[in-house]
């Protein structure tokens, strides 16, 4: 693999957004036999006013109020944006919260992973108590538009992800859906999808990839004094695991595009 040395930030990114992700566990069950987080309502009222001295002014709610939160585990219900439409973006539901932000002004040390950091304290702080983690995520989308006359072979090679597909030579590919997907350290796995797409931020033919790297094993975590420290070490194992993978796949002409 490529060494962890590279830039803070490329001044051409690919990558359109990156998304950190956690889940805990239900901590009440009702009679019909469905779990539920009993504590959201008042937790999400005490997040709110937090990020909203943080600067996260302007909220959404984005599925009706009729819907009681029993119904809505694992379901984003609020979004809060530092303005309309304007990343950073946190989103939070019943056993879940998700942190956002735009590939453009994305950077790992200086912003991203201090942001993470100080919304799982604020997260903690809003339920008074412990938290039992169930999975955590950190996902990447990246982005590179094709010409007009598409070769995909030829850019997936940049990709470095070879294909033989016994194909005759006249014959061309009119769209791509490759998958893999590795086991980690730490209880984690990596997959990454690349796929033909339209490029969201520019709206050209576009070769875009996802790259998740997730963990669904916390109990080592419970009843840990420390969680988001713990939390964080795995975030910058993860980061780097995603890092190396992207620094390996566009080692070369492609990478030199970004710089």
């Not at 809003?126 to 990246?142: A, N």
């Amino acid at each position: 693999m490529i060494g962890d040395q590279h830039l803070a930030k490329l001044r051409n990114p690919p990558l359109q957004e990156v998304v950190f992700e956690v889940r805990w566990k239900p901590d009440d069950t009702k009679e019909s036999g469905t779990s539920y987080d009993s504590r959201y309502e008042l937790a999400q009222g005490r997040l709110s006013e937090r990020l909203e001295q943080r600067g996260f002014g302007f909220h959404r709610r984005i599925v009706p109020d009729q819907l009681p939160a029993s119904f809505l585990t694992d379901q984003i219900v609020h979004q809060f944006w530092q303005a309309e439409e304007r990343f950073p973006l946190v989103q939070f539901g019943p056993c879940i919260l998700a942190v956002n932000e735009d590939g453009r002004t994305y950077e790992w040390e200086r912003t991203f992973r201090p942001l993470v950091q100080e919304t799982l304290h604020q997260l903690l702080e809003s339920y008074k108590g412990e938290l039992t983690l169930s999975e955590v995520k950190l996902f990447y989308i990246d982005a590179v538009d094709l010409p007009a006359e598409t070769d995909f072979l030829q850019h997936l090679q940049k990709l470095r992800v070879n294909l033989q597909l016994g194909m005759q030579d006249q014959q061309e590919l009119s769209d791509v859906k490759v998958d893999f997907g590795h086991r980690l350290d730490h209880d984690s796995t990596l997959h990454c999808s690349i796929q033909s797409a339209t490029n969201n931020r520019t709206g050209n033919p576009a070769l875009m990839w996802h790259t998740v790297v997730h963990r669904n094993q916390c109990e080592a975590w419970e009843k840990q004094q420390h969680l988001v420290d713990s939390v964080m070490q795995w975030c910058q194992y993860a980061h780097s695991a995603a890092s190396n993978l992207f620094k390996d796949m566009t080692h070369g002409e492609l990478y030199d595009s970004f710089l």
